[in-house]
């Protein structure tokens, strides 16, 4: 009786593994792929299957060593990198409401690669809620010669399964320029910018949903922050 039990469960799990995360991104992909401005593809990341993620709201322009100063500078941790010993902490953590500060995010993808660096601000005692922002360096350089990053803030307000596929996932809050509000009020509490200003209408789709299957929406507006020379 108790194997048949386990081979019982074994096949349930086997069943949901192979319809979450090989079956579901396929047909999602599919059905993207051929209904018209299903998503707002420019200005917004993709997942690792090529789903749209969460859109861009921020961008930062200093060296590497600048934005890691100034993110540690407003109290935002550096995530830790997707591992198997990370998963499990998270697990643990998640399971007896343990604070991780630097839980490890999830990868999204913008040039054909993943994020740079990502950073997060617990909210809480739990890893299941966060405030968080991943950059990706940009080929763009200002008119000073430095890099310029690009980001997207948004707010994990739980763990779930995806509403597209079933896999495992941290869902967002819709008002991501909430969170982009947020970052640059702990950006500017350092003392570390030298300027702020807004490209007004990044975002001519101002709603949309993400991988996930979480609703977003937003004013449309991408704030740059100049981290100023040390």
Do not use: C
Not at 86 to 98: F, G, H, P, Q
Not at 105 to 131: I, Y
Not at 167 to 190: G, P, W, Y
């Amino acid at each position: 009786m108790l194997k048949k039990f386990v081979i019982a469960v074994m096949a349930i799990l086997g069943t949901y593994l192979v319809a979450a995360y090989l079956i579901a991104p396929f047909f999602w992909y599919e059905f993207e792929e051929h209904t018209s401005n299903f998503f707002d593809h420019t200005r917004i990341t993709q997942t690792a299957d090529g789903h749209p993620g969460d859109p861009l709201n921020v961008a930062l322009i200093g060296t590497e060593a600048q934005l890691n100063e100034i993110m540690k500078a407003a109290g935002w941790y550096a995530s830790d990198p997707l591992g198997l010993k990370d998963d499990l902490e998270i697990a643990v953590d998640t399971s007896v409401d343990r604070p991780y500060a630097g839980a490890p995010v999830s990868r999204l993808f913008l040039f054909g690669r993943k994020e740079d660096f990502a950073f997060e601000v617990p909210a809480g005692d739990n890893p299941r809620e966060r405030n968080h922002v991943r950059f990706w360096r940009t080929d763009e350089l200002s008119e000073s010669g430095h890099p310029v990053w690009i980001g997207a803030a948004s707010y994990d307000v739980g763990v779930g399964l995806s509403h597209t596929t079933g896999q495992v996932t941290h869902h967002i809050a819709a008002d991501v320029d909430s969170e982009r509000n947020k970052l640059f009020k702990d950006l500017q509490a350092t003392g570390a910018l030298s300027g702020i200003h807004k490209v007004v209408g990044f975002h001519a789709v101002l709603e949309g949903r993400n991988g996930g299957g979480d609703s977003w929406h937003t004013d449309g507006d991408l704030w740059v922050g100049i981290i100023a020379a040390n």
